[in-house]
C-alpha cells in the first residue's frame, strides 16, 4: 500500500520584489543575479501572510483539486523552518482550518529537504495502515530570515507554500532514499533570532554532486531506467545546481522543469509549488513516472521516485 497524489495546490504572495528594485537595496544588479542563480523575481509575504496561513491557502486548494471535504482527511504534516512560534505547530494550524476534526498533525523541519521528508513520513503511514488520506504541506517565510543587507543571501530566498493530499492505494510506486551529513551543517545556518547564514560555494559543490548521485539511487532502488522517467521536479534553489544535475545523468533539460526564475528558492515550499503547477498545467497525467530531489540545510538531501 503507497500514498498516490490526489490533489496539489500553492500560494504566492501578491507582493513582487524583482532583482531590480533588490540591486537599489544592496549592491548588485539583474544580470548578476540571473547569471548566478535563474532567479529574477522572488514574492514576498505581507505581514497578515504568516506561514500558517499560507499553508492553509495551499491545503484548502489541494483539496478543492482533490473533490474533498478537510473532515475526510486523517494526518496533516508541515515542512517548515521558518514557523513565526513555536507553538502551536503549523501542521495544527492547517488541521484546525481545514475541518480535519480529530486528525494528528505535526511538524518537520528538514530545511529545503522537509518536503520530501514529509511526504516520506506519509508514506510511512499509509503504508503501515495507519492513515489512508494524509495532507502534507511546505510553506515558507524566508524573507523573515534574510539580512536584506547581505547579498550573498538575500537574492536567493522567496515566500509560498504548497500542498498535496495523499490518498491509499494498493497498486502505485514509491521509492524514496534520503541521507545526511551533518558534519557539513554549519555551511548552512538560521540560529535563533538571526539571519540564515550560508557558504554558498560549499552548498553548491554539495547539491552538484550529491543530487545526480541520490537520483541515480533511487532508480536503481526502484529497478527503473533514467529514460522511463517522465520528469524530475528538483528543489527550485539555482539553475545552475539543476542544470549540471541534468548534465552529469547525461539527461536534457527538458524533463527539468524550473520554476526559480519566478519565485527564487523557497526551501520546503517549492517542489509542492512546482508539482502543482505542472498539475494544473496538464502535464502530470495519470501513470507518469516522476523523480523528486531535495537538499538542504543538515545538510540533507533525498530523492523520491513516484507513480502520478
Known amino acids: 500500500m503507497t500514498g498516490r497524489i490526489c490533489g496539489t495546490g500553492s500560494y504566492i504572495p501578491e507582493k513582487v520584489m524583482d532583482n531590480d528594485a533588490l540591486s537599489r537595496i544592496v549592491d548588485t544588479s539583474d544580470e548578476w543575479i540571473r547569471s548566478r542563480t535563474g532567479i529574477r523575481k522572488?514574492?514576498?509575504?505581507?505581514?497578515?501572510?504568516?506561514?500558517?496561513?499560507?499553508?492553509?491557502?495551499?491545503?484548502?486548494?489541494?483539496?478543492?483539486?482533490?473533490?474533498?471535504?478537510?473532515?475526510?482527511?486523517?494526518?496533516?504534516?508541515?515542512?517548515?523552518?521558518?514557523?513565526?512560534?513555536?507553538?502551536?505547530?503549523?501542521?495544527?494550524?492547517?488541521?484546525?482550518?481545514?475541518?480535519?476534526?480529530?486528525?494528528?498533525?505535526?511538524?518537520?523541519?528538514?530545511?529545503?529537504?522537509?518536503?520530501?521528508?514529509?511526504?516520506?513520513?506519509?508514506?510511512?503511514?499509509?503504508?503501515?495502515?495507519?492513515?489512508?488520506?494524509?495532507?502534507?504541506?511546505?510553506?515558507?517565510?524566508?524573507?523573515?530570515?534574510?539580512?536584506?543587507?547581505?547579498?550573498?543571501?538575500?537574492i536567493l530566498f522567496g515566500d509560498g507554500a504548497g500542498a498535496v493530499v495523499?490518498?491509499?492505494?494498493?497498486?502505485?510506486?514509491?521509492?524514496?532514499?534520503?541521507?545526511?551529513?551533518?558534519?557539513?551543517?554549519?555551511?548552512?545556518?538560521?540560529?535563533?533570532?538571526?539571519?540564515?547564514?550560508?557558504?554558498?560555494?560549499?552548498v553548491f559543490e554539495f547539491a552538484v554532486s550529491r543530487v545526480p548521485e541520490v537520483i541515480r539511487e533511487v532508480l536503481e532502488k526502484g529497478g527503473v531506467e533514467k529514460e522511463e522517467v517522465d520528469l524530475f521536479l528538483l528543489h527550485q534553489a539555482n539553475r545552475r545546481i539543476i542544470t549540471a544535475a541534468a548534465r552529469r545523468l547525461g539527461i536534457g533539460e527538458e524533463k527539468f522543469p524550473m520554476n526559480m526564475e519566478e519565485y527564487g528558492n523557497t526551501s520546503a515550499a517549492s517542489i509542492p509549488i512546482l508539482l502543482d503547477e505542472q498539475n494544473r498545467s496538464g502535464k502530470l497525467k495519470r501513470g507518469k513516472l516522476l523523480v523528486l530531489s531535495g537538499f538542504g540545510g543538515g545538510l540533507t538531501y533525498g530523492a523520491s521516485l513516484l507513480r502520478w
Open 42 to 154: 522572488r514574492h514576498l509575504a505581507g505581514e497578515k501572510e504568516s506561514v500558517a496561513f499560507m499553508a492553509g491557502e495551499a491545503a484548502e486548494r489541494a483539496l478543492q483539486n482533490a473533490g474533498l471535504d478537510g473532515s475526510s482527511v486523517e494526518m496533516v504534516l508541515a515542512a517548515t523552518m521558518s514557523a513565526e512560534q513555536a507553538m502551536p505547530g503549523i501542521a495544527a494550524q492547517v488541521q484546525q482550518r481545514i475541518g480535519a476534526g480529530g486528525a494528528a498533525s505535526f511538524d518537520i523541519n528538514s530545511a529545503c529537504t522537509g518536503f520530501l521528508a514529509a511526504l516520506n513520513t506519509a508514506q510511512a503511514y499509509i503504508a503501515a495502515g495507519i492513515c489512508s488520506r494524509i495532507l502534507v504541506v511546505g510553506a515558507e517565510k524566508l524573507s523573515d530570515l534574510v539580512d536584506w543587507k547581505d547579498r550573498n543571501s538575500c
Open 166 to 202: 495523499l490518498e491509499a492505494e494498493p497498486e502505485n510506486t514509491y521509492i524514496q532514499v534520503s541521507h545526511s551529513e551533518g558534519e557539513k551543517g554549519q555551511a548552512l545556518v538560521s540560529p535563533k533570532n538571526g539571519f540564515i547564514q550560508m557558504d554558498g560555494r560549499a
